[in-house]
């Protein structure tokens, strides 16, 4: 059963109003004094009565407790890096972009240690005599594409429209934000998220190891910077993903890689 503390905080108003109005009730009729305090309290009842159907009436169901939801990509991207540590595989994410040589949808390249752009096969496993390593879908993937399809996402090439769009996405479509900064210098992409609601998800699977962040980002971060490599048509690197351990912020770098 869960703890009463964990009920929706407007049912619980209106349970203790409605409580209250029962005990102002009785002590009037157990008095039975008819005189100006009693018909005080009768009426003092019957507010507390009002207050709490109104309570009860009109609050919504409970809302997602972003403490949990945070939790949820946390285990598979923890999965994933810790099979991709088993096979040797120790580069940092890289985000090809759709319509690249070879590529016919955005896809996430780990590689066994650089990636230099090398046209890739489709399979899941590469091993060709130029590089190495495992070849999948961003985490991001389901997320991009309804973004895609249902809200005709339009992902534009210029890099001060693309930080733009971050902070559209971030803040007043996805609300995982309150506020968001994207900015870049040469090829590296900076984008700071304060105040960000999931960051119980950032700071375990960060204390597991930072390297799942660079490995597999999370879906939030992995969109981002599929994003960036979808408008800016070049490869982008994964270079870091740090959740602040005191303020709810993250920090992640990506940086463009060279053709």
């Not at 039975?32 to 003092?44: E, G, H, M, P, Q």
């Not at 190495?132 to 389901?142: D, K, V, Y």
């Amino acid at each position: 059963m869960m703890k009463f503390s964990s009920m929706n905080p407007h049912y619980r108003a209106a349970l203790i109003l409605i409580i209250m109005s029962g005990i102002l009730i009785a002590t009037a009729l157990l008095t039975n004094s008819k005189d100006f305090t009693s018909a005080a309290l009768v009426l003092s009842g019957l507010v507390c009565l009002l207050a709490g159907i109104f309570f009860a009436t009109l609050s919504g169901s409970d809302p997602l407790d972003l403490r949990y939801m945070g939790l949820l990509p946390v285990q598979g991207s923890i999965n994933l890096t810790r099979i991709c540590a088993d096979m040797g595989i120790q580069g940092n994410a890289y985000i090809i972009p759709k319509g690249r040589p070879g590529s016919m949808r955005t896809l996430q390249f780990l590689p066994v240690a650089e990636y230099h752009g090398e046209p890739l096969p489709q399979d899941s496993f590469v091993t060709g005599a130029d590089t190495a390593g495992l070849l999948i879908e961003p985490s991001s993937a389901p997320l991009h594409r309804i973004l895609s399809e249902r809200d005709q996402l339009v992902i534009p090439s210029e890099l001060t429209e693309l930080h733009r769009l971050i902070r559209e996405l971030g803040v007043d479509v996805l609300d995982v934000a309150e506020q968001i900064q994207s900015s870049h210098e040469d090829d590296v992409i900076t984008v700071i998220m304060e105040d960000y609601r999931l960051i119980s998800g950032c700071r375990e699977i960060n204390r597991e190891s930072p390297k799942c962040c660079t490995s597999n980002p999370c879906p939030v971060c992995s969109l981002f910077v599929s994003i960036f490599a979808e408008g800016t048509g070049k490869v982008i690197k994964v270079e870091r993903c740090v959740p602040d351990t005191k303020q709810s912020r993250v920090n992640a770098v990506f940086s463009i890689q060279p053709e």
